[in-house]
């Protein structure tokens, strides 16, 4: 999606499921193999060494691994990788020069040097048509001051970084953005990320602003991961007209979920996990009754949740919640009547035949 390769004469059909489709096709012709699934949303999978090296014949010029033994680059290379920052050649600044089609860069460290990360900075900045910047398997800690240079970018994954700059903002094509630590807050203008489909971050923040994250309409996935501190979500979700999956995982702190989740038409995958301090019930404004929490989706994943009773799903995966488990016990559970209808059920990794005869 970042390189612009995904296409389709219906125009109406998601850059998502494009992908998809290609990455299943490329899967059914043993392009990829080892295929591994991660609470029923992520899949790893590698390629085969022959493939790797069909792929690399096939591409020619256009992919360069740097390591100091390196001593030219072809102004035909299109993706960079640095599988040891620390480890450079030293004309590295010249061998850059007139490299004007680079449009992946994956910068990989094991080592911190302030060196390092001080020419880090003026190298990617000579990389002005970029789409692609990974550096999520880097130690080095920048400070991305310059990163609102980088006009084209679409795809960003960071580890190390405990502050995003504002002028991250800038970056109006960004299309995924993966923040892997703790940062100290989310960008106050992020809102300005207008065409930002894939969000996952984590944060320290205790809650999450308004006219933030809700303001990004073109959001498709977003992931909550591993904010201890996070007590409330962001309230005005209803903007989120497209979001089709969301991730909520680690955030022990949390209390609810807002109100304005039932206005996600288009979810079809919610994960929850690890949220012990997570209330699913809801009490609307004016009204004294509390009633639990309900969407159209068609998965569902609970992970040491409180109990929680479940409507109009069509998968439903429920782990380490002993009561809830118990409740949905196959033709005894004092729920069983209400996810009895549901085609793909699955508790603590067993398969239930829940439809009924």
């Not at 033709?331 to 085609?343: F, L, R, V, Y």
């Amino acid at each position: 999606m970042a390189h612009g390769l995904l296409e389709s004469a219906n125009q109406n059909e998601e850059l998502e499921d494009i992908g998809s489709r290609y990455f299943q096709e490329l899967g059914s012709r043993s392009f990829f193999q080892d295929f591994e699934v991660y609470a029923g949303i992520w899949i790893t999978c590698k390629m085969h060494d022959l493939v790797h090296d069909l792929a690399l014949s096939l591409t020619q010029n256009e992919f360069l691994a740097i390591t100091s033994s390196t001593t030219h680059i072809s102004h035909n290379v299109r993706h960079l990788l640095f599988p040891n920052f620390t480890s450079l050649p030293q004309d590295l600044s010249t061998l850059l020069q007139g490299l004007d089609r680079v449009r992946t860069a994956i910068i990989q460290s094991d080592e911190k040097s302030p060196s390092s990360q001080s020419n880090l900075d003026s190298y990617l900045l000579r990389f002005q048509y970029l789409r692609m910047l990974d550096l999520a398997h880097s130690k080095l800690e920048i400070s991305l001051d310059w990163i609102g240079a980088l006009k084209h970018l679409r795809y960003l994954r960071i580890f190390f970084c405990k502050k995003l700059p504002n002028s991250i903002c800038k970056l109006y094509n960004l299309q995924t953005l993966l923040l892997c630590e703790g940062i100290e807050e989310l960008p106050s203008d992020i809102r300005y990320l207008i065409n930002l489909r894939v969000l996952q971050f984590s944060t320290k923040q205790k809650c999450l602003p308004m006219n933030g994250i809700g303001c990004l309409t073109s959001l498709r996935f977003l992931g909550i991961a591993i904010c201890e501190n996070l007590e409330h979500l962001f309230e005005d979700m209803q903007g989120l007209k497209h979001l089709r999956t969301l991730v909520i995982y680690g955030c022990k702190s949390l209390i609810s979920l807002p109100q304005s989740m039932k206005y996600l038409t288009a979810l079809e995958i919610l994960a929850i996990g690890n949220c012990e301090n997570l209330n699913l019930t809801w009490e609307e404004k004016g009204k004294s009754d509390k009633h639990l929490a309900q969407f159209n989706l068609q998965k569902l994943t609970l992970a040491k949740l409180p109990k929680l009773n479940i409507t109009s799903l069509q998968h439903l995966e429920i782990k380490n919640c002993d009561e809830l488990s118990e409740r949905c016990e196959r033709e005894k559970g004092e729920d069983w009547s209400k996810i009895a209808h549901i085609p793909k059920l699955v508790i603590n990794g067993s398969d239930i035949d829940s439809l009924v005869d």
